[in-house]
């Protein structure tokens, strides 16, 4: 998907970032499909994911739709993933995201087995998505690359600011946002938990990586 093409990071920034869709094409797969995105989510929770998201309807991470004084001590940090799961009525794109490519590689391995007959897209560092793959039995199809960021590179926030707010590829999650939740941390306002959370309830598709942010968090309140 391109949308998780260009998280912004180094090698080493990227290591703990796996990302798996499951979508079928309308028109063509599409009837039937709901059972079978179903199918992939579950089979994904049994392996661990930190994330799963239904573009349509989000991931657990949810911001609140009411709003009040009371929300802070009423409202969710998270809904259960089975909520996402039941929530897949229609022919949308489901994912799950991995912070550890030995959970991945177990589920690519059960999801071969259930030749569910839909397009199956991982997006991560290319070497060990191809290295998941070959393990799990699967054979590469097609790679898309990002080429990076070009022009007066000079005029985008820092460094960690972009880490965190690219990992919502539809642009949910502002500069500003990711600044303050920096800044938050950085005076012992929020821990890089609590900042993370905040951060991923933006990104509406649920590929928000709550393990790297808290990461970049940690490292840039001790000054990394």
């Known amino acids: 998907m391109t949308n998780t093409l ?38 994904a929770l049994k392996h661990h994911p930190i994330n799963v998201g239904n573009a349509v309807k989000g991931g657990i991470f949810r911001a609140s739709k009411a709003l009040t004084p009371l929300a802070h001590w009423r409202r969710r940090e998270f809904i259960a993933p089975e909520e996402v799961v039941e929530s897949i009525d229609t022919c949308t794109t489901v994912s799950a995201v991995f912070d550890d490519p030995a959970n991945l590689e177990a589920f690519l391995t059960e999801l071969r087995g259930a030749d569910l007959g839909i397009s199956i897209n991982i997006a991560a560092l290319t070497d060990e998505a191809r ?10 199809h097609s790679v898309e690359y990002s080429l990076g960021f070009h022009g007066d590179l000079n005029r985008l926030p820092d460094r960690h600011v972009l880490e965190l707010s690219t990992m919502c590829g ?6 500003n946002l990711a600044k303050k939740m920096l800044d938050w941390v950085k005076e012992g306002r929020r821990d890089p938990r609590q900042a993370a ?25 001790v000054g990394k």
């Open 170 to 175: 539809h642009g949910m999650v502002a500069h």
């Open 6 to 43: 260009h998280r912004f990071g180094s090698r080493d920034s990227l290591r703990d970032d796996y990302i798996i869709f499951a979508m079928a094409a309308r028109g063509i797969n599409d009837q039937g499909a709901p059972p079978k995105l179903q199918t992939f989510l579950r089979l």
């Open 131 to 140: 290295t998941c793959c070959q393990r799990a039995g699967i054979t590469r």
């Open 197 to 221: 959370t905040y951060l991923a309830k933006f990104c509406t598709c649920g590929i928000y990586n709550t393990t790297r942010a808290i990461r970049v968090l940690e490292e840039a309140r």
